[in-house]
């Protein structure tokens, strides 16, 4: 199964990129920047620094340089290597004097007063004002770089610290964004056919009013065709009683007076039909009230008098009281359901035993101690392919009884309109084989 794609992932990522692309740009620029401060603040060091030290050398300070002598000096050690050497050079270019780190050989640099720069060393050369001594002053372009790069290293540690923060910050933020979405796609999630009210556009975002608005169109269609659907079939299963029922009368009376056996046979099979055509008129009214939510939110009801009137009047019949057990329940049943939703779903359920149990079974109506009801009856096993089926409208079983296969997906949507759950189970509890229904209610 393809992973559905998120949209917090690609644009925390984008962000995350371009981040890091600004902060390492802005780096990147003030590297530049410092680069070229650092070679005014280094210039203008080497310049002061020439200038002071050849004042000295004129000053006769240095006595060693006036006699042209070089004293003897230890090397310096590598921890203590001076970043400024430095050149006191005649007029002929022969080197008089020289730092400690200051190669003997005189520097490759012409004796013209000002920036020089080799491989390794940017040189500043300064003239004695009669002419007779140059200084020439050496930096490492190293020290240079050393500089800079400490300093955009310390520039990459804070991105380094912040990044995983950001990243967090923005998954936050990203997910707070978000949330109308997910609210709206929970609104719509909750439309069916027993809830088509519109979404509620004022409270989400203005990007995601146009999608609202659409929905609600949508709805609204969904909501006009549904009811056509709904009266279509009221107006037709009210309209087939009257005539449904004359027919079946006269059918009847027809019987009693035919004297042909092969006549009575024919007008059998009319009666037999004409019932069915009744009992399906009967499962549309009421399953176009189950449409309508006719299991909708109610008052509180006792459902156990509901149960035993049912009940009892299942029992008036003769070809079923003997075959009904009934457990009734031992403290009263209170649930905030319709009474007349809750009687059309356990007359269907019994309805359904009587119809597709084994003839003479036993069918056990019966309230569990957790406060559901079931209905069981015998019948050989149905498979788990056939029972995820059962709900369906029109749909039915591997049987030859009689029946238009709505009782069950009648007695569904009114209990799921009462927010509870029909279970379906075969074998049945406690037994090996039957079948059995489980109505399920909150309470």
């Known amino acids: 199964m393809t992973r559905s794609r998120s949209i917090i992932r690609p644009l925390i990522a984008a962000l995350t990129g371009v981040l890091v692309v600004f902060w390492l740009g802005a780096i990147g620029l003030g590297i530049s920047v410092m680069r070229s401060e650092f070679d005014e603040i280094f210039d203008n060091a080497l310049e002061e620094t020439t200038e002071r030290l ?59 007063v000002g920036f020089h ?17 140059f200084l020439q002053t050496a930096d490492r372009f190293g020290h240079r770089r050393e500089a800079v790069r400490e300093s955009a290293v310390t520039m990459l540690i804070p991105l380094a610290a912040l990044l995983p923060l950001s990243l ?34 004022g409270e989400i975002p203005r990007e995601l009013n146009p999608i609202g608005q659409s929905v609600n169109l949508l709805l609204e269609r969904v909501r006009a065709t549904i009811d056509a659907e709904r009266e279509f079939a009221t107006n037709s299963a009210h309209e087939l009683r009257t005539p449904v029922a004359g027919a079946l009368a006269q059918t009847q009376r027809l019987l009693s007076e035919l004297p042909d056996a092969a006549m009575k046979g024919r007008a059998r099979n009319i009666e037999t039909a004409l019932l069915k055509l009744k009992r399906t008129s009967e499962k549309l009214l009421q399953l176009a009230r189950a449409d309508a939510g006719l299991g909708q939110a109610a008052a509180t009801s006792e459902l156990g008098q ?37 009687g059309i779903v356990v007359s269907n359920l019994i309805e359904n035993a009587v119809l597709h149990g084994t003839p003479g079974g036993t069918i056990e109506v019966c309230v569990n101690g957790d406060g ?34 709505l009782g069950l997906a009648i007695a569904d949507t009114i209990v799921r309109q009462m927010r509870g759950v029909l279970e379906l189970q075969s074998p049945a509890s406690g037994r090996t084989q039957g079948f059995e229904a489980r109505i399920v209610l909150p309470r």
Not at 57 to 63: I, K, S, Y
Not at 117 to 128: E, W
């Open 54 to 112: 050849l004042a000295i050398v004129q000053e006769g300070r240095l006595a060693n340089v006036q006699q042209g002598e070089q004293p003897h000096r230890a090397p310096s050690t590598p921890s203590k290597q001076e970043y400024l050497i430095y050149q006191v050079r005649s007029s002929d270019g022969a080197v008089v004097f020289h730092s400690k780190d200051a190669p003997v050989e005189p520097f490759d640099v012409p004796l013209t």
């Open 117 to 133: 720069d080799t491989d390794k060393y940017r040189f500043y050369t300064a003239m004695s004002v009669d002419g007779s001594l």
């Open 168 to 201: 967090i910050l923005m998954t936050w933020i990203a997910r707070r964004a978000v949330d109308p979405i997910n609210r709206l796609r929970e609104a719509i999630s909750e439309k069916d056919g027993g809830n088509l009210s519109p979404v509620k556009t």
């Open 306 to 342: 509901v149960l035993d009137l049912i009940v009892q009047d299942y029992r008036r019949n003769p070809a079923i009281g003997h075959r009904l057990a009934y457990n009734a329940p031992a403290d009263p049943l209170i649930r905030a359901v319709d009474v007349d939703a809750f």
């Open 372 to 405: 559901s009801v079931s209905i069981a009856n015998d019948c050989t096993l149905v498979s788990a392919n056939d029972l995820a089926g059962l709900k369906s409208r029109f749909r039915r079983g591997k049987t030859s009884a009689g029946g238009a296969g």
